[in-house]
């Protein structure tokens, strides 16, 4: 069960106060953008949760207009490990007349990142997630931040019919060379599937961006 909490945000501030204890060193910033419905909010969720168990209809996912939450990284030699305070917003925002209220056409301060989530189950959203990158390019232009394309629920395809409602992974991969995505990953935040590979990833895509 999912449930509307907060739907204002939270000012920067109080993100900031509520995770004062962990001597954060450095704030990374990106957004996470798709259809309504697309798990945008359960992924966030996940990403807080990284080594929880799976998800069910007990769980209460909040939803924010923007969020933040600490993370110790240990990234690689030559990155820069260690604390980070990560910082996201939402678009559409749950909320899109509250504050924090994302767009395509509100850029977020120091976006370092743009992750686009897609549904695999739900093939129809090819359009509209090409319409959509499409809009942050005429908006950014040259200054387009990196981005890479999600699929989410894959714990919802099912491979024994023959006629897909949605689309493969290897669908997904042509579909993230179409739009011109650093990369292409499918995970379950519900049943807590390749969420942590993804995260790791966005990590690294962010910090060499910032």
């Known amino acids: ?20 204890d962990t001597q954060v060193a450095t704030n990374i910033y990106f957004r996470l953008a798709g259809e309504v419905g697309v798990g945008k909010s359960t992924l966030f969720a996940r990403f807080k949760d990284l080594n929880g168990p799976p ?13 933040v939450f600490g993370v110790n990284a240990e990234l690689e030699p030559g990155w820069n490990s260690g604390l980070y305070a990560v910082i996201v917003d ?6 899109p007349w509250a504050a924090y209220a994302a767009s395509f056409r509100t ?20 359009a509209s997630l090409e319409g959509r990158v499409a809009a942050y ?30 689309f493969s992974t290897h669908e997904g ?5 179409v739009i011109r995505a650093t990369g292409y990953f499918e995970c379950s935040a519900w049943e807590n599937v390749g969420v942590r590979q993804l ?3 966005i990590l690294r895509l962010v910090v060499s961006h910032t």
């Open 90 to 95: 939402f678009e559409p925002a749950p909320d």
């Open 199 to 201: 995260f790791d990833n």
């Open 1 to 20: 069960m999912s449930g509307l909490l907060n739907q204002h945000g939270e000012s920067i501030l109080t993100l900031k106060n509520s995770i004062r």
């Open 55 to 67: 998800y069910d209809e007990t769980t209460e996912i909040p939803h924010f207009n923007r969020s």
């Open 137 to 166: 390019r005429r908006y950014f232009r040259q200054n387009m931040p990196p981005f890479i394309l999600v699929g989410t629920k894959m714990d919802l395809r099912d491979d024994t019919l023959e006629e897909q409602p949605g």
């Open 107 to 126: 850029a977020a301060p120091l976006l370092g990142a743009i992750v686009f989530c897609i549904d695999v189950n739900e093939r129809e959203q090819i």
């Open 173 to 177: 991969n042509i579909l993230a060379s």
